[in-house]
Every structure is written in C-alpha cells, then in structure tokens.
C-alpha cells in the first residue's frame, strides 16, 4: 500500500460525498480509506489513517476546511489537501493556497474534476477547476502567493508575522501576545527557515512585501 492513493473524503451532504466517494473507487489506482461528515471526525482521520491526500469540504460543522487544515498544518501531519468548495472569489481561492491546499476544486464539476485532481497533486502539482477563479492571471497570482511558503508556517507564527508586517518589534509583539521575548525571538527563528530567510531585517522586508496574502490568512 506504500505506493497507494490513498484518501479521506470529509463533506456533510451524504448524496453529495457519496457521489464522489463513488467516482474515487472507481480508479484501481485510488485507495478510499473511509469517508467523514464533519471536521472533527476528518481531522481524527487524518490522525489515525494517515492518507496521502484528504479531500475536504469547505463548510462543514464543527470545524470547517479550513480549520482543519490549520490543525494539520499545526501537528505537522503529513498529508496533501485537496478543498471542496462552492466559492468561486479570488480570495478564498488565495487562502486556501497559501495554507498549502494543493487542490481546489468546484462542487459543481466535482465529479468530472476529482480524479485528475487527485492524480496531479499526487504528483507534486497544484489542481484549480477552471470555473473557480478566472481569469487566468488571478489562478496564477494565486498560485505565486502559494509559493512564498506562508502555509507552512503554523497559526502561531503567521500571527508573529503578521505583527511584524506591521513593524512591532519583537518586545512589542511579546506584549501584545503576551509572550516571553525569547518564544517570540523563537518563532522568527523558525520563521526564517521554513521561508528560507536570512536575518530579521530581510524577514522585515519579506512581510511588508507579502502583507496582502498574510492578511488573507
């Protein structure tokens, strides 16, 4: 099974995850690990059967898509994500990708979208149905943001950056986190690795740059 898709799918319409859970199974190459109605029981998933790629709603109870991943993102859990969704406006579109989502796919094409989907980001690429975001530029505006490497970094720092897009300093933003100095010096740290920057006054100069896409987050 080491070299199996396998996948979760999580969405809280049950006709609506049957008919794609069903299109799943029907590619051999495609392993369905089981299928969850709300955000809690997917994320428990994830924990439990450690798919390769977990395909989420959106908007479900308990926590949502999106919070999900924060949670995934947060335990490091070492799976790709792709979204269900309804929303076709830009912005979602560019929080989403930034959060490392590597597919985003339209409800409304699903059936004919999921498993090209699942194929191209098993590979390594990123999945956008053509009727979510047009025009063209907008999908790969959104796709650059993706790049920047901001959906690695965990709540916890993307706040830090954000505080420090708006030009805190570090004791500034101990006070208004209420955090020691050094957990804050700590975060920049990690920061800078994962975004591959060298020194504070350049992670400065990269959040001031990328302060439209840390908003969206």
Same mark, same amino acid.
């Given at each position: ?118 194929? =191209?980001?098993?590979?390594? $690429? /990123? ?5 979510? !975001? +047009?025009?063209? &530029?907008?999908?790969? %505006? ?10 690695? =970094?965990?709540?916890?720092? $993307? /706040? ?5 897009? !708006? +030009?805190?300093? &570090?004791?500034?933003? %101990? ?31 990269? %959040? ?10």
């Amino acid at each position: 099974m080491t070299d199996a898709l396998t996948l979760i799918i999580a969405d809280d319409h049950p006709l609506f995850r049957k008919g794609v859970a069903d299109v799943l199974r029907s590619d051999s190459a495609i392993h369905l690990l089981g299928e969850a109605s709300d955000g809690e029981t997917a994320l428990r998933m994830i924990r439990q059967l450690t798919p390769r790629i977990a395909v989420l709603d959106l908007d479900m109870p308990g926590r949502n898509g999106l919070q999900v991943i924060e949670a995934v993102r947060e335990e490091q859990l070492p799976v790709t994500i792709v979204m269900l969704t309804m929303y076709a406006g830009t912005d979602m579109l560019q929080r989403a990708l930034a959060l490392g989502v590597r597919g985003y796919v339209s409800k409304e094409s699903a059936a004919d979208d999921i498993l090209a989907c699942v194929h =191209l980001v098993a590979s390594g $690429r /990123t999945y956008v149905s053509a009727n979510l !975001a +047009s025009p063209a &530029s907008t999908v790969r %505006a959104a796709l650059a943001s993706a790049a920047t490497g901001l959906g690695e =970094l965990t709540p916890a720092e $993307r /706040t830090v950056l954000k505080l420090i897009a !708006a +030009s805190k300093t &570090s004791r500034e933003i %101990a006070e208004t986190l209420k955090l020691s100095p050094k957990t804050v010096e700590n975060h920049r740290s990690n920061i800078c690795q994962k975004l591959g920057v060298t020194g504070n006054n350049a992670l400065v100069r990269f %959040a001031m740059e990328h302060s439209a896409e840390l908003k969206a987050l």
